[in-house]
């Protein structure tokens, strides 16, 4: 069984810093992407960052010189790395993989708050 287990979220005053971490297990499968996505009060899950096996980097424009995606395919594991941060980025951050043969894989989330 797969899973994806975050941490490193937490309340944080605005213009701090916190960096998520994400760490997969139960999978052989080889990944072609690794990402990070939020979910607000809607329930609406967005795209933050992703990254390709091919060292290709995808952000979302609001969070573009802010935060900044890493990863390790071969450990699988993912790292978020958040600055300036903002009220407006308040979320359950969520880890996601998605492999080769089109499996989807999600983590339970991570709380970051940002508020003074």
């Known amino acids: 069984q797969v899973q994806l287990v975050e941490s490193g979220g937490g309340l944080v005053q605005p213009g701090g810093s916190l960096k998520l971490s994400c760490a997969a297990s139960?999978?052989?499968?080889?990944?072609?992407?690794m990402g990070w996505y939020r979910q607000g009060p809607g329930n609406k899950r967005d795209l933050v960052a992703e990254?390709?096996?091919?060292?290709?980097?995808n952000y979302v424009d609001s969070v573009k010189d802010r935060f900044t995606i890493s990863g390790d395919f071969s450990k699988k594991t993912v790292y978020l790395q958040m600055n300036s941060l903002k009220p407006e980025d308040t979320a359950v951050y969520l880890c996601?993989?998605?492999?080769?043969?089109?499996?989807?894989?999600w983590g339970k989330g991570t709380l970051v708050t940002v508020s003074s």
């Open positions: 996601n993989i998605y492999t080769f043969e089109g499996m989807n894989y």
């Open positions: 139960g999978s052989d499968s080889r990944l072609f992407t």
């Open positions: 990254i390709f096996s091919t060292g290709s980097l």
